[in-house]
């Protein structure tokens, strides 16, 4: 993770500086003190390259310099103005331009470690959700290379006009510092391979966290066996890995005894389909089925590390869907912690099995004010969304149009998805109380209904997160792979509701 510090600047270009991002905030940027004074130093080579390459400081443009002056070794204009149909929220528009100033930075091959960053007066505001940006930008998983690649600079220092005090600056970088640091732990875990995240070792990294205030509970499978979780002990059977429920517990409210919010995660390390098994091409994807559960525990380590005003309630049911002597049988039916029996026809619809469990029990036993699940659950949802929603059911509107909300903010985005009683027949079972599929027309919404099954009249949202836990192409803030869905998303619902 990359390391920030910031400063205030009177006057520009600070001398050290051989590695330069300037932020350039739409139409008037040239008249900012900032530019003049490099174009100044650099004998008018900005207004002209500026010129000659139609930069307009429009998000997502970028003009680098390599070697414009002597102490200069590189220097990038990045735009940070909206464009004419601008789609992003501001905080989007101003943190992609972090992330666009770093990989401007790591393109070249340059090997600075230390590089600065210059805001114009105009985004003064802006400097920790920038840095916010870059570090979310700079996020690398090469745990596994044996040959580093080269990463871009390891410390960035901002230089801002000084228009926020000292004060409110920090404040607000320490929370952004905190959800950072979530979100990319988030994305270490779900880039991990199945081999070395299963069950119990996602359990250690869990207890390994000691943030203070984040208590966790673990109910191992002689814990479950006696609770009754026979859903999510099913998926269980055929692997060798233990599997665990994790509950971490956050008191941040003034009453202590006020009804938590609870988030609750699909953790399958491994979905091989069990006996209902995958195709191969792609299966290697299925590392990632732990995506719910990887944000549910970065939310809940962002809302203790910046101390927020809620309590909170992360439950995550940790298990790999294996293919074994042992493993559960399509046609088996067994009993859900709720008591109500499930046949289970296909192995590979396992996401809602081991939700089935979790969010009875949680519901019975933190009496939340309100549920949101988070689960890689259906490919029906990425064939209908893509990788640019995630699809939200829910059986509360209020709830539904709060975490929208959330999406629209953080961008993270939701796309309301249908749910009703047609859908919900089909779930019907000649032999138990209901079957966990029900045919492909619609699977996404059924998945929803098997999991309204268990909720009972909690309000209640499941995030459909298939799509957009991992992502295929970078965009300026999430580089090739995990992007951490759903932390920000949370963290950004929780910090509406405190205010
Ligand atoms: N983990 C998968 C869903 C998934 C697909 C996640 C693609 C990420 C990317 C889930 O357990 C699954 O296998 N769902 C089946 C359900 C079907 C058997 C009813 C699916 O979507 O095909
Ligand atoms: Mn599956
Ligand atoms: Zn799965």
């Not at 952004?176 to 994305?187: F, G, I, K, N, Y």
């Not at 109380?433 to 492909?440: A, E, L, P, T, V």
Request: with cysteine; aromatic share 8%; proline share 4%.
């Amino acid at each position: 993770m990359i390391s920030v510090d910031f400063r205030t600047y009177s006057s520009v270009p600070p001398e050290t500086a051989h590695s330069v991002v300037l932020f350039c905030d739409g139409a008037g940027f040239a008249r900012d003190a900032a530019f003049q004074s490099f174009d100044r130093t650099l004998q008018g080579r900005l207004a002209k390259a500026v010129k000659a390459q139609e930069f307009k400081g429009e998000t997502g443009q970028t003009l680098s310099l390599l070697s414009p002056g002597e102490t200069i070794l590189q220097l990038h204009l990045i735009g940070v103005g909206p464009k004419e149909k601008n789609v992003l929220s501001d905080r989007e528009r101003f943190q992609q331009a972090g992330g666009y100033g770093f990989q401007a930075l790591k393109k070249t091959k340059l090997k600075e470690k230390k590089a600065v960053f210059i805001l114009p007066e105009a985004l003064g505001d802006e400097a920790a959700l920038i840095a916010f940006g870059a570090r979310l930008g700079a996020y690398e998983f090469s745990l596994y290379r044996s040959e580093k690649k080269e990463a871009g600079p390891a410390h960035l220092t901002i230089f801002h006009p000084g228009k926020k005090s000292d004060q409110a600056l920090s404040a607000q970088w320490k929370e952004l510092d905190a959800l950072s640091e979530s979100v990319l732990m988030t994305r270490d875990l779900v880039s991990e391979p199945a081999n070395v995240l299963y069950p119990e070792s996602f359990r250690a990294r869990i207890e390994a966290l000691q943030i203070p205030g984040l208590e966790t509970d673990v109910l191992d499978r002689a814990a479950m066996t006696s609770l009754g979780f026979g859903a999510l002990l099913g998926v269980a059977q055929g692997s060798a890995k233990p599997p665990f429920t994790i509950i971490l517990r956050y008191q941040g409210a003034t009453d202590r005894e006020a009804a938590p919010i609870a988030f609750i995660g699909k953790g399958v390390t491994f979905d091989s389909g069990g006996i209902s098994i995958k195709p191969a091409a792609g299966m290697e994807e299925m590392k990632t089925d732990m995506g719910g559960a990887a944000a549910v525990v970065g939310a809940m380590s962002a809302l203790a590390r910046r101390k927020a005003r809620v309590n909170a309630i992360g439950v995550v049911g940790l298990v790999e869907n294996m293919v074994s002597g042992d493993a559960q049988r399509p046609g088996d039916v067994v009993r859900s912690y709720s008591g109500q029996t499930i046949e289970v026809q296909n192995t590979d619809a396992e996401g809602r099995l081991v939700l089935a469990d979790l969010l009875a029990y949680t519901r019975d036993t933190y009496k939340p004010c309100l549920m949101v699940n988070l689960a890689t659950l259906t490919g029906a949802i990425v064939v209908a969304l893509g990788h640019e929603y995630a699809g939200l059911f829910s059986n509360d509107a209020a709830l539904s149009q709060e975490l929208e909300q959330a999406g629209r903010v953080t961008g993270e985005s939701l796309w309301p998805m249908p749910m009703g009683e047609a859908y919900n027949r089909r779930l019907d079972s000649d032999i138990a109380d209901m079957k966990n599929i029900g045919g492909r027309p619609g699977s996404s919404s059924l998945a929803a209904e098997f999991l309204k099954r268990f909720v009972g009249d909690t309000p209640w949202a499941h995030l459909d997160i298939a799509g957009t836990a991992w992502c295929d192409k970078g965009t300026a803030c999430i580089p090739k792979g995990a992007s951490g869905f759903g932390v920000q998303l949370l963290n950004q619902f929780v910090a509406e509701r405190e205010n």
